[in-house]
C-alpha cells in the first residue's frame, strides 16, 4: 500500500470522530502517503498531524472545483480510497480519483444509498457511535493496527484568555434545537464566579457570539479555540463540533444533548456528564428554535456536575499550571479520568 486517499468534507465534529479511522490505516500503512480531501474551513483540523502527508480541498460552493479537484487528485494514483463521510458527493469525489479500489459504509450506515454504487467495497457495521462505525470502515478497508488516537494541531493563541482556571463554552451550533438557552449561561455565570471563582468563556467565531452578562467572550478561528480548549480547566458543551474537540482532547466537562443521541454521537473520550431527558425525541431535522428538551437540563445540573470535577480534579494535584514552561508543553489544565460519559 503506497497512496491512500480519505474522503472527509466536513463538518468539525464529523472530521474529528473520522481521524481515529485515518490513523489506524496510516498506522497499518505506515508507510502509505495518505491524502485528506476536505473543505477550506476545516483545513485548521488537519494541519500538522503527522499521518495526514497532503491536504487537497473542495470548495463546494464553487461549481468549478470539481474539476480542479479532480485534476488534483488525478496527480496521484492510489491503492485506496476510503470515503467516511457516506454521501453521493464524497463518493464521486473518491471515484474520480481513479483508485485502485474504494470503501465505504454498507447499505446499514451509509448516509446516502447512492453512494454505494461507487464503492468495491462496502463495510457494515453494527457499532452504535459514530467513531466506533469509522473504526469498523478502516479495519473493513484493510487495516489491521487500529487505534483510538485523535492526533490534532496544537492550535493558536487568539484574543485574551483569563489568567486563572476558566471553564470554556461554545454556545452556537449548526441547528438552532441543538442549542442551550442563552439565558441559562448567564446564570451559570453567576454559579461559577460566586461559588467556585472561575470565570465562563464563550468561544465563538468573530461577529457571531450572543452578549451574555457575566460572561468573557473570546472570538477566534479553528487555531484559537483549539488553544483555548486545550487552556481551559473545564468545558460546556452541546452536540456541535466544540464538545467533539474537546473530548479528543480529553477534557472533562458536561455536555447537553436534547434532539440527538449521545450513544451515536456523544463525546468520545475525556470525562464529560451527559444531560439528556428520558424520553427526549431523536431527529435529524435541524431544527430552527431550541428544543424543549435542551430547555430542560437546567444550569443547577450543569453546575453540579462541573463542580464535581473541580473537586476531584484538585483532590490529584492543582487545577490549573501556570508556569510559562507549563504553558509551552501544552494542556494547561489537569483534567479528571478519561472515559466517554454517562447519561443523567
Known sequence: MKSILIVRLGAMGDIIHALPGASSLKHSFPDARVTWVVEPRWIPLLEGNGFVDRIVVFRRDDPRSWRRTK????????????????????????????????????????????????????VQSGAIHVVDQALDLAAGAGATNLVRAFPLPAGVPEGRLPAEPFVLASPLAGWTSKQWPVEYYARLAVMLREKLGMPLVLNGAPGS?????????HASGIPGLIDATRRAALVIGVDSGPLHLAAALNKSGAAVFGPTDPMRNGPYGGDFEIFRIAGAPTTHRRGTTIAPSMRAITPEQVFAALASRVKSAQAEGPLCATSKSAQAEGPLCATSKSHAGSTA
Open 71 to 122: 485534476d488534483e487528485l488525478r496527480g496521484e494514483h492510489y491503492d485506496l480510497a476510503v470515503d467516511f463521510q457516506g454521501l453521493t458527493k464524497s463518493a464521486l469525489i473518491a471515484h474520480l480519483a481513479r483508485p485502485e479500489r474504494i470503501a465505504g459504509f454498507g447499505s446499514s450506515v451509509v448516509r446516502e444509498r447512492p453512494a454505494g454504487l461507487f464503492y468495491s467495497t462496502r
Open 209 to 217: 457570539l450572543p452578549v451574555v452578562d457575566g460572561a468573557m467572550a
